[in-house]
């Protein structure tokens, strides 16, 4: 099985409709990331956070927000869906040991604003 | 803003050519890691290389890290068409408890068969 796994893989939403994704890790994991990705424009950092009681914002937070349930899940939701927040979102976990903080990566979700 | 920035952005080669991708970065760093993308998939961790080393190895792949001129390469041998995706350099300041990792934007390498 996965170790970080996102739901929905796919989603089609209109514009203005509140939507939720959800990312699961088994790594043990504090940390946890979530990225968009658009062409040309490589990963941007939405929100992480370090521990189940740390958020924090990354570059491009605006029209997002997450919460983070439990050490294991940390989902993002877009309160009203605009058509530019069509792209690649994707779950990542680390784990700061030994000053590494790797990354791990979930499969992506595609989301599309219509 | 993004710390490593790649060079080049694009790269075509011949299978069995080995490949070259450099990457750059601002501030000093704890250590530098290359990963790996397959289109429309999540990245892939290849290799890291700490600052206080130089080269190192993993089977076809060869990272180089010159701290002085805060610059790393990523080099592929006798490339294969499986070996078409993006790569990304990605580092991690020196060590503090907010320390994380930042992404570049990327480099695309299409392997032709």
Redesign the interface.
Known sequence: DADVTQTPRNRITKTGKRIMLECSQTKGHDRMYWYRQDPGLGLRLIYYSFDVKDINKGEISDGYSVSRQAQAKFSLSLESAIPNQTALYFCATSDLGLGSDTQYFGPGTRLTVL | ??QGEEDPQALSIQEGENATMNCSYKTSI??L?W?RQNS??????LI?IRSNEREKHSGRLRVTLDTSKKSSSLLITASRAADTASY?C?T?PV?GA????T????ITLSVRP
């Open positions: 803003s993004q704890n250590n890691q990963y429309g998939r999540g990245l892939v961790h890291l990304f990605a991690v060590t907010n320390s994380k990792l992404f570049g934007k990327g």
